[in-house]
Structure formats: structure tokens, C-alpha cells
């Protein structure tokens, strides 16, 4: 069992891996869900009754498509070449598109989206798809770690890349019209951060 268990780990390593060279979507398999319907808002939870998640994945995927230099293209459009392979072909603001292709290639995919479940386009759906699975914190209660997913009140998500109680660093697609590295010392304080979700 943990044989097959690691051999089917390495062909979605693999397929990533090739996915990211070719900026196309990896094939990896997906559980077709049902749409989550909306959860209401959790008792205020600690972070640390969540399971501690190995990030490093995560953030390495969208560490390489950071060093493609994506951008809008003309600026403004959500489009280009490579946003439109991140939002499966729609010109639509693609923060919550980012997430989810990095995700889906990390072999963590959200469920019940578009793009045949992997893929959930409007940041509400990405929080309540947290909510619904009890993996999502608020912001003053939150132990964000490296792969954590960040969410923002004006309807805008990334990826942690690191944080500690002084500085959140995070990458985001659709951050003035490309893929960016964003900075938020005290972030604890911050109310522009909703929360954080852990794939």
C-alpha cells in the first residue's frame, strides 16, 4: 500500500514538474464534488488544532511561475499567454486562478469548481471552501505557514510564502497586472486580511 501510496506521490510530482516547464495544467486526477454550498462563519478557532501541512510544494510552484515574470498582456486585460493557461482560457482578474492552478499542480486541487472541479475563480468560493472543510482561520487567531492560502476583505487571495509574527510575505497573481511578491509587516494587524485557509 505505501508502494502504490508513493509511486502515485512521484507521478504527480512528474506531471507538476512537467506542467510547470510547459505552463500547462497538470493531469491530476480530480474527485468530482458537488458545488460547497456556503458555510456560515466558525467560532473563532486557534490555528494550532489544525494539522501542521508541508508548504514547501506549494510554494515552490508558484516560486517557479514567479521567475516566468507572468504578466497581463496588454496590461489591464487579464490576459496573456500564460494567465489564460492559469485561468483555463477566461479573461477574468485571476488572483483566486493563481491559487488554484498552484494548488491542482501541488496535488492538493480544490473541489467543486470550474475546469471540471479544480478550479474556483471568485475569492468568496475560495474561503468558503476552506470554511466548509474547518481548515480556515481568522486573521487575529491564524498561524499562517508556507502554503497557506491568504485571503483579503476586497475580494483578493494568494499563497503564503512565509510569516512570522513581524512580516507576511506572499505571492499573488493579478497584483498590479502580474504574478508579485507582496510584503505586510504587523500583518496581525492588518484588516485588509481576512484570514488564511490551509490546503
Do not use: K
Amino acid at each position: 500500500m505505501l508502494a502504490a501510496g508513493a509511486a502515485v506521490a512521484a507521478g504527480i510530482a512528474v506531471a507538476a514538474s512537467r506542467a510547470i516547464d510547459g505552463l500547462a495544467a497538470p493531469a491530476i486526477a480530480t474527485a468530482a464534488g458537488a458545488p460547497v454550498p456556503a458555510a456560515p462563519a466558525p467560532p473563532v478557532l486557534r490555528m494550532d488544532d489544525l494539522p501542521t501541512g508541508d508548504g514547501a510544494a506549494v510554494v515552490a510552484i508558484a516560486e517557479r511561475l514567479l521567475a516566468f515574470g507572468i504578466a497581463e498582456e496588454p496590461p489591464g486585460s487579464n490576459a496573456g499567454a500564460a494567465i489564460l493557461q492559469l485561468t483555463d482560457g477566461h479573461a477574468e482578474p485571476w488572483c483566486a486562478d493563481f491559487v488554484s492552478w498552484v494548488l491542482r499542480a501541488a496535488g492538493r486541487p480544490f473541489t467543486g469548481g470550474a475546469s471540471g472541479g479544480w478550479r474556483l475563480a471568485w475569492t468568496p468560493d475560495v474561503r468558503a471552501w476552506f470554511l466548509a472543510r474547518g481548515r480556515y482561520r481568522e486573521r487575529l487567531v491564524a498561524r499562517p505557514e508556507a502554503g497557506d492560502v491568504v485571503w483579503f476583505w476586497h475580494g483578493h487571495v494568494g499563497i503564503v510564502r512565509r510569516a512570522d509574527e513581524a512580516l507576511l510575505e506572499t505571492i499573488e497573481g493579478n497584483a498590479d497586472d502580474a504574478l508579485r511578491v507582496r510584503r505586510y509587516p504587523g500583518w496581525r494587524a492588518d484588516t485588509r486580511i481576512g484570514g488564511f485557509g490551509r490546503p
